[in-house]
């Protein structure tokens, strides 16, 4: 993959004004005005009230919930990390406020992705007054509806059920600061709207929106940023802090995205959803200790399985293509997502991994260039797909076996992406100062808004070091950074620059990875 490091100038002026008006050092004003145009900056750093939110249809959904208080309300709800944390939170209010309720959710990726008719029957017989999805929806397909729906959802392209009231910020064009909201960023909204104007109930669910928003991999800007600082900062519940305990791992997002919601996650990626939705609601110590034990167990198996997975994919895929696509009947399904998503960051590629299972290939496809999610909602509207969707970055699909050849095809030929790849450098510092650097005032890094990149110059790399499929490199005969994961032929670059001066773009962090790596001009 051809990197080009792009390094902007910067106005001193501005940088003084960012750094006197929002508070923060040279660096993080810098940082800031790298990313974001000075007029943007005021929403980044604005403050919200969660009990004001004019997202269509919310005070609607809400009065309507107010108004089935006395029935029995459905619940759908989809198996992974948003999908769970949206469950949780109304599954908490729904205690709180004595709702009755009825709970389904899919098993594990296996069952398949959110509603089913099963659901539908299932509920049927069970005579539920109401039906809630959360991060689905039901569509015209669906029969036996005789009850309205409630949908939270933020998925595109959806074609709802003629019954469906539904929350989704992209139905309006004129709410585009609520676009990046995950359905437990939404979930909060409308949650917070009813126990301001209905129900006035003390429930903590904070820290599941956090956990949704960061586990969705949403833009960590605007509303989210304050939905994940909330998050870290309130009381926290009793099975999050004994899963960190476990892990000696202290609270805050980075802990989050990479340790706890990976733990939540493997339970629908390889067993069963259930152990991770009764972790996020018990209030009992031992329940929740022994629920982080399963939790981190399956996790385990998890990155096991995920390996394995990779390695094959490895030996199957044709890397000379457009876009990369591969299917197999011994994949497990549950990682087919994690896989392409480090094989996208690999190659630069859109990728699409499936697996056969009967008549149909099911699979997760993931991108950094390309919005996935409208190339499959095109392959389901012009027949090539039986189903699909997603988001920018990531989505799935599913594929039958006589059609799987045609939509390959289709999609090699109507993805368009730039192969190359430009690194925008937002600091540059030297091998003395970089690990002293803080950038605290301007955090949570993550999705839309990247942990920093910096230029290390003219380096000497006087060794190299693999453990596993890391590389430490060393300079300067002291200064150890690590590039984690590295691809084949990542390997052969470095151990070619070894013994020469180099530059060096490593990413601010506790450990500061190294991004890429390039010989001194």
């Known amino acids: 993959m051809n990197i080009e490091w792009c390094i902007s100038d910067k106005d001193s002026h501005l940088i003084s004004d960012v750094m006197c008006k929002y508070s923060l050092n040279e660096l993080e004003a810098s940082v800031m005005l790298n990313r974001f145009a000075y007029k943007q900056l005021s929403q980044f750093f604005s403050s919200y009230d969660k009990k004001v939110c004019d997202i269509i249809n ?14 029995v309300i459905g619940i759908i709800s989809d198996y992974d990390a948003d999908g769970i944390t949206s469950a949780a939170m109304w599954i908490k209010f729904f205690r709180a406020c004595n709702i009755r309720y009825k709970l389904w959710m899919p098993k594990n990726r296996t069952v398949g992705y959110g509603a089913t008719q099963q659901a539908i029957d299932e509920f049927n017989e069970y005579q539920i007054d109401l039906l809630l999805t959360l991060d689905c929806s039901i569509t015209k397909s669906f029969h036996d509806i005789n009850y309205m729906i409630c949908t939270i959802d933020h998925h595109l392209g959806q074609k709802l059920h003629p019954n469906t009231i539904c929350v989704n910020p992209h139905q309006n064009s004129d709410l585009d600061k609520y676009k990046d909201l995950s359905t437990a960023g939404l979930s ?21 929106a956090c956990i949704g928003t960061l586990g969705d991999i949403m833009p960590v800007t605007g509303i989210n940023r304050q939905i994940i600082q909330a998050g870290v900062n309130a009381k926290q519940l009793i099975g999050v802090k004994i899963l960190c305990e476990l892990l000696q791992k202290e609270i805050n997002y ?30 009992d110590v031992t329940e929740a200790y022994n629920l982080a034990k399963i939790l981190i167990s399956l996790n385990e198996q998890r990155k096991k399985i995920e390996e394995e997975t990779y390695k ?206 390039q010989m001194t001009c």
Not at 58 to 71: E, G, P, S, T
Not at 196 to 204: A, G, K, L, N
Request: include cysteine.
């Open 58 to 71: 919310i005070q609607a959904l809400a009065k309507i919930i107010y108004d089935f208080r006395n029935k």
């Open 188 to 208: 909060y909204f409308v949650i917070e709207y009813l126990k301001s104007h209905y129900f006035y109930v003390d429930i903590e669910i904070d820290t599941l």
């Open 254 to 283: 980075i802990t989050f995205m990479y340790y706890v919601i990976p733990c939540l996650n493997a339970a629908g990626r390889i067993s069963d959803v259930k152990y991770s939705l009764e972790f996020l609601l018990t209030d």
């Open 312 to 517: 094959d994919v490895c030996v199957e895929l044709d890397t000379t293509t457009n876009i990369l696509i591969a299917t197999s009947e011994k994949w497990h399904s549950g990682v087919l997502g994690i896989v392409a998503s480090r094989l996208t960051k690999e190659f630069n590629k859109p990728v699409f991994l499936f697996r056969k299972q009967l008549d149909v290939h099911k699979g997760s496809a993931r991108s950094n260039n390309v919005h996935i999610g409208h190339m499959i909602q095109q392959s389901v509207q012009i027949g090539l797909a039986v189903n699909g969707g997603g988001h920018k970055n990531a989505g799935g699909a599913t594929i039958s076996v006589d059609k799987f050849a045609e939509w390959s095809s289709w999609m090699q030929k109507n993805i368009i992406h730039n192969m190359s790849s430009v690194l925008n450098i937002d600091l540059i510092a030297t091998l003395q100062n970089v690990r002293k650097i803080d950038l605290s005032k301007i955090e949570p890094f993550g999705h839309g808004h990247p942990a920093p990149f910096i230029l290390i110059r003219n380096i000497y790399l006087c060794r190299v070091t693999q453990y596993n499929n890391h590389l430490m490199c060393t300079f300067d005969q002291k200064y150890n950074f690590f590039m984690f994961r590295c691809s084949a032929q990542q390997r052969i670059k470095i151990t070619r620059l070894l013994n020469k001066y180099v530059n060096v773009v490593v990413q601010y962090s506790s450990y500061f990875p190294i991004i890429d790596i």
